[in-house]
């Protein structure tokens, strides 16, 4: 007959709080580190179509069955700015979730086409970082961005160049993690 042991468990019951994943500081970046970025995500036709007519994309090849079916790839294909946007959210949680501003997008490359239905996944490479000439509280960081479908054929490439925070100018914390106002949610005071 197994038993629970208590002596073993380091919490013996009692609820704390934990800070959660605070994403990447500039100080915590180094020339040639390669992010697998977590959790692929499957396009669809219903974010092809949203996307296309919120950004006001024209072009058939996107919205047009049959126009599509008559081309050389036989159907529609995914709006490419929407294969853009997902791939850099898609990056966030690595690369900028501690972000001032981007100060740009580079060497954009349309590798492939990407279909409905296909998932895609992407990782990224940091290329350069510097400090920043004009603000002290950021560092320049440089990636490169590849997006891969399920079959391994790179789709997507790019350069993105985002301020990071540094770390000392942060300050988050287990109760108050960046984003988040104070006092909402759990104290660490109603934990006592």
């Known amino acids: ?5 208590d002596t073993n468990d380091s919490t013996n019951g009692e609820r704390r709080l934990v800070a959660g994943w605070q994403g ?4 915590d970046f180094s020339v040639g ?20 007519n919120v950004s006001m994309n024209l ?9 599509a079916a008559e081309t050389e790839f036989g159907e529609r294909l995914v709006d ?13 949680i690595d690369v900028s979730a501690n972000a001032t501003a981007n100060l740009g997008y580079d060497a954009i490359r349309h590798h492939g086409p990407v279909y409905h239905g296909d998932t895609l996944f992407a990782e990224s490479e940091v290329l350069e970082k510097r400090e920043s000439d004009s603000r002290e509280h950021v560092g320049i960081v440089t990636t490169e961005l590849r997006t891969y479908n399920q079959d391994d054929d790179l789709v997507l490439s790019l350069e993105r160049t985002p301020m990071v925070l540094k ?3 942060a300050q988050p914390s287990a109760a108050q993690p960046t984003g988040w106002p104070a006092g909402i949610g759990t104290q660490p005071e109603d934990l006592q």
């Open 24 to 27: 990447r500081y500039y100080e």
């Open 33 to 52: 580190d390669v992010y697998k970025h977590p959790y692929g995500r499957t396009v669809t036709e219903t974010d092809n179509v949203w996307f296309t």
């Open 80 to 92: 490419g700015t929407f294969v853009i946007a997902l791939a850099v959210g898609m990056s966030v």
């Open 59 to 67: 072009n058939p090849m996107h919205f047009n069955e049959a126009y």
């Open 167 to 169: 770390r000392e100018y």
């Open 1 to 5: 007959m197994t038993t629970h042991d």
